[in-house]
């Protein structure tokens, strides 16, 4: 029988009575046919009072006594969901991360999965078992000891089992009832898409979009696993959510699908450093080793051997940004005339496939935001990607003229 | 090194203060020289919060998710054990008892422990660790399943890791300081035993003296492994507690050890049975398949070849045995002229492996009963006991003038 992996996030299954909701939606798909595996996260609220206590204990803590604490919220799930199936007459059982195996790296707290055998499993289907259920977020080590994978790691491990399963489809069944073009609170013409490719999706989620880990969409890209989103809070049709999938498959034409933002960025610049080869590392050698995420990076032309750098990070990171240039001025490494740290900044993003295909995406964005008087302070461009640094002041203007630039609200 | 086995039940590992509290214990141990095993429960609640889901999900539930879902508690009390252990820098790790493994058969929910193969934790004795923390009643089957082993099973899992580590002794740390003469709400002369022999101690907690599960203590004594409970909010000395030991270990040598009484007894006879061979067969077969537990059993003198039949049960069992003579009786298995429940009695027993040396003590506890004006219902004996069945709203009175009468106040 076809295999359909179906996920549901911490709120949706909250208490008994959400877990018995999300049982009815699995009991849909047994009878449509499927061999359904499902992927459960801890009831919300959980595992977050987990890692309060596992913090209160020890703030440097081991990490493999952390996974072996935080990772039984999952579990509880798993068996009170496979017990609610019971109920309904569904033959099903509860897995443990070590009981598949879901094998993992030793990478305790961030561990990647490594293989799913499916043999374990897929006995119990032909023995006439009809749903798996997974408890999600966890795997075990080549040690025998318990991993996890990182928060919302619970994605992760359902495009995994689906591509280790050669599912049909990886549902993921969330508190959202889809991937809008834009955030909606920001936006009331923010429309729900159908379709989105993976590479919008991952550009979507790495720009603060908190719909999906941006790990498992990755993972379904590699495996080409047909991944959906949708609303556990609401009555489905075969046709509800978004698919996230294959570019191929995305019918919509349109140069750009999305807009998205993120609120806390900061810009930075160096002025005045030699403008000679090696300077770069000598810049972001020591701010990667002081943990700084930096995002767009701009050079300006050079005058007289000298130059300015700019570069964006998230607003907390500036102290350790500041700290890293200086030391690195202080042993010699480089030198700079001064560093100016711009902290009232947002980025907003316009995101699509069609960019590649579609030239005036970039003139329509620069004008859009000239016309509403917005300044643009760096522009950093990827294939199908333009991103904006402007004062914070102006970001929902700016996410709202472009959605209205590009048209977002209309249906294909 | 010498192994020690310290087990903390769920009051002991309430909070993380409490956690705290039993490592500081542990390490008195550990700088004593001994490498531990603890073995926790889960924090005082949790398991009866995750029972309780787990019934309103399905009340006849499966077994193996019930056990799924309730071996979560003790991994959480385990792996934070362990932190805190390695935040006062004692080498620590936790175990589940799958990783260890613990060794059960497949009887889900009510399991036994079969084997548990020390080389995993003996290396890494070897390699430095000194505590391994090791959650409590909880097991594998040997279909690779997770089982427990029934409540109060972390008695249990203590004594059965001490056997098989063969431990210097295993400490068992609850919310009571030891093993009482009586119960100190019914007698205030009620004293704290320093030493009991096994066999009194099974007496006892079959009798309803909520220390120590009886499973356990079956256990200590067939391999010979010293018990001692003691409170984990006072402070220890080695002497502390009451040590549950071989009879030749116990100094003291009097007959009574301690009264112990049960207050939720029936009686109940059946009037005039036929007097054949087979017929006690043919009423306790019944009641064992209807689940009633039977304890005391008297059978009068027959005449003209009938005779009357009493027995005691939990008065919670009355109806089911009622239900299941009658039925007895419909089939004609059996046949009697009337069913009498007496619901209103509580038995009050005497207990003391010196009895088996020292006569009297039967009279002295009738004598004793005598003098207050209780009438006895049934008497029952064994080597090391007498039991009678009381009136109940005599009960404390009879505990308290049998206490004064063996003279238990008094230390040898």
Known sequence: MPVLVMKFGGTSVANLDRIRRAAKRVAVEVAKGYDVIVIVSAMSGKTNELVGWVSETSPFFDAREYDAVVSSGENVTAGLMALTLQEMDIPARSWQGWQVPVQTTSAHAAARIEDIPPANIEAKFAEGMRVAVV????????????????????????????????????????????????????????????????????????????????????????YNVRLRVLSSFEEQSDEAGTLVCDEEDVMENRPVSGIAYSRDEAKMT????????????????????????????????????????????PVDQVANAKKAMEGAKASGEINYHELIADTDVAKVSAVGIGMRSQSGVAATMFKTLSDEGINIKVIATSEIKISVLIDRKYMELAVQALHDAFELEKAD
Request: a negative charge; hydrophobic letters at 40%.
């Open 270 to 313: 160096l002025v005045s450093v030699a403008d000679r080869p090696g300077i770069a590392a000598a810049i972001f050698g020591p701010l990667s080793e002081a943990g700084v995420n930096v995002d767009m990076i701009i050079q300006n032309i050079a005058e007289d051997g000298r130059t300015d750098m700019t570069f964006s990070c």
């Open 135 to 222: 408890a999600g977020f966890q795997g075990v080590s080549p040690e025998g000891r318990i991993t996890t994978l990182g928060r919302g790691g619970s994605d992760t491990t359902a495009v995994a089992f689906a591509a280790a399963f050669e599912a049909e489809r990886c549902d993921i069944y969330t508190d959202v009832d889809g991937v809008y073009t834009t955030d909606p609170r920001i936006s009331d013409k923010a429309r729900k898409l159908d379709r989105i490719a993976f590479e919008e999706m991952l550009e979507l989620a790495s720009l603060g979009a908190k719909v999906l880990q941006t790990r498992s969409v990755e993972l379904a890209m590699r």
